[in-house]
C-alpha cells in the first residue's frame, strides 16, 4: 500500500528566502511522485514528476525535488519565493501495481505555504 | 489545447437531493478520474473511468457513482445527499488508463444545506 505524508501542515517564508516543503512517502513498490499545487479557487497543477529516472526533479516555476529513497522523502524546494507562490502544494503517490499498471493517486493533507513581503 | 472542464462550477442542494456533476476531459484523453476535498478528509480519489467503464475505485458509499460515455465525458451522481458531502468535486483526465500524469480540471464546488 502507499502513503505519503507531509510534515509542515504550514510553512511561511519571506519573499526573495528559501522554500523547503517536506514529503515523506511509503510505497510496496516503485513509487511515482508528484507534487501538485492549488491556488485558491484554483484546480490542481502538476508542478513536476518522479518516474525513476533522474533522482533530482525540474519542474516549473523554478521549483524542485529530489527522491531520496533511503530517506523515503521527496522534499520540495525553491531558492527564492515569490509573492506568486503563495498556494496549498501536495505531494502524491502513485504505486505501480504488481501487474504492471499503476494505482490512483494518493494525495498527502497538503501544505499551506505563505509569502510574506 | 482546451483543459479539462466541469460543470456547474458552483452547486447548492438540500439534503435528500441528487445531484450529478459533469466533466470534459482534455481531448484524446480516455481515462477519467473523480476525486473529493474536503478541509477535514483532505483530497480522496472516488473512481476512475477508461473506455466507459469503471476500472479503480476509493472507499466511498454506493450513493456515489459515475459513468463514462463513448466520447469519454464522464458524470459523477450523488444520490440522498448529506451536508458531509458538501466538498469540491475535482475531475482529472490522463491519456491512460491509470496513468500517473494526470490533468485536473478547476472542480465543482457542491454545499449541502
Known amino acids: 500500500a502507499q502513503s505519503v505524508t507531509q510534515l509542515d501542515s504550514h510553512v511561511s517564508v519571506s519573499e526573495g528566502t528559501p522554500v523547503l516543503l517536506r514529503c515523506n512517502y511509503s510505497s510496496s513498490y516503485s513509487p511515482s511522485l508528484f507534487w501538485y499545487v492549488q491556488h485558491p479557487n484554483k484546480g490542481l497543477q502538476l508542478l513536476l514528476k518522479?518516474?525513476?529516472?533522474?533522482?533530482l526533479v525540474k519542474g516549473i516555476n523554478g521549483f524542485e525535488a529530489e527522491f531520496k529513497k533511503s530517506e523515503t522523502s521527496f522534499h520540495l524546494t525553491k531558492p527564492s519565493a515569490h509573492m506568486s507562490d503563495a498556494a496549498e502544494y501536495f505531494c502524491v503517490v502513485s504505486g505501480a501495481t504488481f501487474s504492471g499498471g499503476y494505482n490512483k493517486l494518493i494525495f498527502g493533507a497538503g501544505t499551506r505555504l505563505a509569502v510574506h513581503p | 489545447k482546451a483543459g479539462v472542464t466541469q460543470t456547474p462550477r458552483y452547486l447548492i442542494k438540500t439534503r435528500g437531493q441528487q445531484v450529478t456533476l459533469s466533466c470534459s476531459p482534455i481531448s484524446g484523453h480516455r481515462s477519467v478520474s473523480w476525486y473529493q476535498q474536503t478541509p477535514g478528509q483532505g483530497l480522496q480519489f472516488l473512481f476512475e473511468y477508461f473506455s466507459e467503464t469503471q476500472r479503480n475505485k476509493g472507499n466511498f458509499p454506493g450513493r456515489f457513482s459515475g459513468r463514462q460515455f463513448s466520447n469519454s465525458r464522464s458524470e459523477m451522481n450523488v444520490s440522498t445527499l448529506e451536508l458531509g458531502d458538501s466538498a469540491l468535486y475535482l475531475c482529472?483526465?490522463?491519456?491512460?488508463?491509470?496513468?500517473?500524469?494526470?490533468?485536473f480540471g478547476p472542480g465543482t464546488r457542491l454545499t449541502v444545506t
Open positions: 482529472a483526465s490522463s491519456f491512460r488508463q491509470g496513468s500517473y500524469e494526470q490533468y
Open positions: 518522479y518516474t525513476s529516472a533522474a533522482t
